[in-house]
């Protein structure tokens, strides 16, 4: 394991040492969930909208997933067969607290050879192949074990995100650079390593910014703040052609019904 990995991992150890309370991830406070499963959502109303969503028959794999915030949303969403992974095993030990339906298993993103190919069929990340030292390595093998479909959901590179957003990331002695994607960069790298013109790569882009907009609700009467979370996001879909946010959907060739 390079050392850079190491020290991710080391430093997700550390964040699982000290922190107790993980209750955002399971709260059903509607404000909460609507920030945090927000962009999970958009993915899987993609994934529909090409009749190619079936949570109740279909597994899924979560790459990157820290203590589970992604798979419970999945299992909330009627997912059955969901498997979280991470490089820190004690991350996945606080996911198996918070949800003990949840399937873990530790894995580097980057290297997934225990993995046979095509075998889950969704495969997610959020937030996490920035944190890899080669994130189009963590893609492809992403696409490598997914079935039908690999999901994205990870910076957008553009002059905004870069502006507002962090370029290096700093967790203790762990350092990132926060790689950013765009339509191009994810259907050059699907074509290049599937070898196939019928590989479907769909994006959004889209503002998302929970902190700010979760203090703006709360700034709210409590019966409000979904309703006011909702508005700001709302009133920047006219500009979501500049947001700094992408959630990709790449859609394995011959599985394009719908
Ligand atoms: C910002 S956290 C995101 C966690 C989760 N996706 C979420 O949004 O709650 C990034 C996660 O990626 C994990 N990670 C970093 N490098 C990794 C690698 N090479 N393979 C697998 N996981 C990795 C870290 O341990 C951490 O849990």
Known sequence: MSSAIESQRSAT???????D??????TRDPLTRFLRDRRLQISLDMLSARNLLNPAQQSAL?????VGGEGIFLRRAGFTDVTVTDLSEEALAVCRRLDPNLRTMP?????MAGIPDSSYDLVFVQDGLHHLPRPALGFTEMLRVARTAA???EPYESLVGRLIGTEWEVQGKAVNYVFRWNHSMLKQMTLSYLLSAESVVLT???WDHNLSVGKVARRFPERCRLLAAKCVYAALTPVNSLGNMMVGVVVKPGKTAG
Do not use: M, Q, T
């Open 107 to 111: 894995l580097n993103a980057e290297n």
């Open 151 to 153: 999901i994205v959901i």
């Open 13 to 19: 150890a550390e964040i699982c040492d000290k922190r």
């Open 21 to 26: 309370d993980w209750s955002f991830h399971v």
């Open 204 to 206: 959004r882009r889209l």
């Open 62 to 66: 979560v790459v990157c997933g820290g």
